[in-house]
C-alpha cells in the first residue's frame, strides 16, 4: 500500500493541519510517514503545499515525483491546477469550490472549474456551506478531509481518533466541531 498526497491552499487555511491530522492517522495504523512541506510567502495568501506520502513500507523520498500523487486534496480550486503534472493517470482532485482571491487577476471561476474537470478525476465540494453547517467556517479544512477521506487509504475511524487527539488540547467543543465538520464532508462524497 502507498498512497501519495499533495495538499494545497493558500496561508491560513489549514494545510498543514490536515497534513498532521492524517501523519496521525497513518502513524497509529503503524504505516511509515514522509512530509515535506512548501510555504509560500511569511504571510497569509501565499501558496502552501504538503507533500505526504504513505506506505506500508519504508519511504525513501518525501517529495512526490511528477505524475504520481494518488490524491490533490485542495483547499482552494486555482491552486489545484498548479499541481496537475504530479496527479498520477489513475488519481484524483478533491478541491473546494470557494475561491481565495489574493491576486488581483484571479481567473474567472468557471474556468479553473472547467480545467480540472478536464484533468480527469474530480470532486468539487462546497465546503463553506458544509463549514457552517458543521457550525464554524474555521472547520472549512476539516470538512475537506473528510471529503477525501476515502482516497487517501486510511480508515475513516482512524482519521476520526486522530481528529480527536489532535484537537483535544483545545477542549471537546472544539473536538466535536472538527469530528462533525469531517463526517459533513465524508458524506458530501
Do not use: C
Amino acid at each position: 500500500m502507498q498512497t501519495n498526497i499533495i495538499i494545497a491552499g493558500v496561508g491560513g487555511q489549514g494545510i498543514l493541519t490536515i497534513a498532521s491530522i492524517i501523519d496521525l492517522a497513518a502513524m497509529q495504523q503503524g504505516l511509515q510517514v514522509k512530509q515535506a512541506e512548501v510555504h509560500g510567502m511569511s504571510q497569509r495568501g501565499g501558496a502552501v503545499e504538503s507533500h505526504l506520502r504513505i506506505s506500508d513500507s519504508e519511504i525513501y523520498s518525501d517529495l512526490i515525483p511528477k505524475g504520481k500523487a494518488n490524491l490533490i486534496l485542495a483547499i482552494e480550486p486555482m491552486e489545484s491546477l498548479r499541481y496537475l503534472p504530479f496527479l498520477a493517470p489513475d488519481g484524483i482532485i478533491v478541491t473546494a469550490t470557494e475561491p481565495f482571491k489574493n491576486i488581483g487577476n484571479y481567473p474567472e471561476e468557471a474556468s479553473i472549474k472547467a480545467a480540472i474537470a478536464s484533468s480527469g478525476k474530480h470532486l468539487f465540494v462546497d465546503a463553506e456551506a458544509l463549514a457552517r453547517e458543521a457550525g464554524n467556517l474555521k472547520a472549512f479544512n476539516t470538512v475537506m478531509l473528510g471529503a477525501a477521506a476515502e482516497y487517501i487509504g486510511i480508515e475513516k475511524a482512524a482519521l476520526e481518533k486522530a481528529i480527536e487527539s489532535y484537537f483535544s488540547a483545545k477542549g471537546d467543543a472544539v473536538v466535536q466541531l472538527n469530528l462533525n465538520a469531517f463526517r459533513l464532508g465524508a458524506a458530501a462524497v
